[in-house]
């Protein structure tokens, strides 16, 4: 069993991971959006990998949800724990099932 301490420390690393993952995101669309290179690509991979930095943001803004829980509670909520558990799965699941 984590100590509350320990807890509130692992929350404040969630915070900032998932603050990182959504600024990461962002960042590339605002790269992506003003800058002069020309998409060559076909439509499906557009979309794949607009879906992904979607799901990507999505899994980061949980993290700093349930971050801030850990934080203010100093306990891990298991509702926000079972959901980061199961966007990570299909992260990996909609990566791995994409053929390049």
């Known amino acids: 069993m984590l100590s509350s301490r320990k807890i ?3 929350g404040w690393m ?6 990182l993952l959504v600024a990461m995101i962002a960042a ?9 290179a ?6 499906e991979l557009a979309r794949y990998g607009i879906s ?3 799901l990507i943001v999505v899994f980061g803004a ?4 349930a971050g801030i829980s850990m934080i203010k509670h100093g306990k891990r909520n298991k509702v926000l724990t079972y959901t980061m558990m199961g966007l ?3 992260l990996v699941a909609f990566v791995v099932s994409h053929e390049l």
Request: aromatic share 12%.
């Open 8 to 10: 509130r420390k692992l």
């Open 14 to 19: 969630s915070v900032v991971t998932g603050g």
């Open 28 to 36: 590339i669309a605002l790269w992506v959006r003003f800058s002069d």
């Open 38 to 43: 020309r998409w060559e690509g076909t439509a």
């Open 52 to 54: 992904l930095g979607i």
């Open 62 to 65: 949980v993290g700093i949800c």
């Open 88 to 90: 990570a799965f299909v």
